[in-house]
Protein backbone atom coordinates (compact mmCIF):
# COMPACT_ATOMS: atom_id res chain seq x y z
CA UNK A 1 0.00 0.00 0.00
CA UNK A 2 1.54 3.52 -0.73
CA UNK A 3 1.80 6.03 1.36
CA UNK A 4 0.69 8.79 -0.81
CA UNK A 5 -2.33 7.50 -2.49
CA UNK A 6 -2.74 11.73 -3.84
CA UNK A 7 0.65 10.52 -6.44
CA UNK A 8 -1.22 8.43 -8.48
CA UNK A 9 -3.95 10.87 -8.91
CA UNK A 10 -1.19 13.11 -9.85
CA UNK A 11 0.25 10.76 -12.69
CA UNK A 12 -3.48 10.07 -14.15
CA UNK A 13 -4.15 14.21 -14.48
CA UNK A 14 -0.33 14.33 -15.78
CA UNK A 15 -0.80 11.86 -18.24
CA UNK A 16 -3.82 13.12 -19.61
CA UNK A 17 -3.06 16.67 -20.07
CA UNK A 18 0.11 15.55 -21.31
CA UNK A 19 -2.10 13.05 -24.15
CA UNK A 20 -3.97 16.29 -24.55
CA UNK A 21 -0.78 18.50 -25.70
CA UNK A 22 0.36 15.69 -27.75
CA UNK A 23 -3.40 15.48 -30.01
CA UNK A 24 -2.79 19.49 -29.92
CA UNK A 25 0.75 19.39 -31.35
CA UNK A 26 -0.85 16.71 -33.91
CA UNK A 27 -3.78 18.41 -34.69
CA UNK A 28 -1.50 21.79 -35.31
CA UNK A 29 1.04 19.62 -37.80
CA UNK A 30 -2.05 18.40 -40.17
CA UNK A 31 -4.44 20.84 -40.38
CA UNK A 32 -3.02 22.37 -43.23
CA UNK A 33 -2.18 18.91 -44.95
CA UNK A 34 -5.27 18.78 -47.56
CA UNK A 35 -4.71 21.94 -49.01
CA UNK A 36 -0.87 21.49 -49.35
CA UNK A 37 -1.90 18.72 -51.25
CA UNK A 38 -4.50 20.56 -53.98
CA UNK A 39 -2.02 23.35 -54.34
CA UNK A 40 1.14 20.88 -54.59
CA UNK A 41 -0.25 19.28 -57.64
CA UNK A 42 -0.25 22.76 -59.84
CA UNK A 43 3.35 23.90 -58.61
CA UNK A 44 5.06 20.49 -59.43
CA UNK A 45 8.05 20.58 -61.67
CA UNK A 46 8.34 18.22 -64.62
CA UNK A 47 12.15 16.84 -65.12
CA UNK A 48 13.06 13.72 -67.67
CA UNK A 49 11.89 9.75 -66.38
CA UNK A 50 8.60 11.19 -65.53
CA UNK A 51 9.85 12.30 -62.13
CA UNK A 52 7.69 15.79 -60.74
CA UNK A 53 8.63 17.57 -57.97
CA UNK A 54 7.94 20.52 -55.73
CA UNK A 55 9.09 22.79 -53.16
CA UNK A 56 6.78 22.88 -50.04
CA UNK A 57 6.89 24.82 -46.43
CA UNK A 58 8.64 23.32 -43.60
CA UNK A 59 5.40 20.97 -41.85
CA UNK A 60 4.81 23.16 -38.29
CA UNK A 61 5.45 20.06 -36.19
CA UNK A 62 9.19 20.04 -37.49
CA UNK A 63 9.36 24.09 -36.90
CA UNK A 64 7.89 23.07 -33.56
CA UNK A 65 10.13 21.12 -32.60
CA UNK A 66 13.33 23.49 -33.95
CA UNK A 67 11.72 26.18 -32.35
CA UNK A 68 11.73 24.04 -28.68
CA UNK A 69 15.37 22.80 -29.20
CA UNK A 70 16.00 26.52 -29.65
CA UNK A 71 14.52 27.83 -26.73
CA UNK A 72 15.57 25.28 -24.64
CA UNK A 73 19.56 25.60 -25.72
CA UNK A 74 19.37 29.16 -25.21
CA UNK A 75 17.81 28.02 -21.75
CA UNK A 76 20.13 26.04 -20.62
CA UNK A 77 23.01 28.39 -21.73
CA UNK A 78 22.00 30.88 -19.87
CA UNK A 79 21.32 28.28 -16.37
CA UNK A 80 25.08 27.09 -16.60
CA UNK A 81 26.64 30.71 -17.25
CA UNK A 82 24.57 31.99 -14.23
CA UNK A 83 24.73 29.36 -11.95
CA UNK A 84 27.91 26.92 -12.99
CA UNK A 85 27.99 23.43 -14.01
CA UNK A 86 25.65 21.15 -11.87
CA UNK A 87 28.86 19.06 -10.05
Same mark, same amino acid.
Given at each position: M???PMID???VVLALFM?? +? *??LVL?? *?FRGYHEAQEDEER? =?? !?YPD !??? *? !?? +? $?? $??LLLLVYV !?? =?IWALGYALKVGVAGPPF
Amino acid at each position: MRSFPMIDVQYVVLALFMGL +G *ALLVLWI *AFRGYHEAQEDEERD =LE !GYPD !GIR *A !GK +G $PI $PALLLLVYV !GF =LIWALGYALKVGVAGPPF
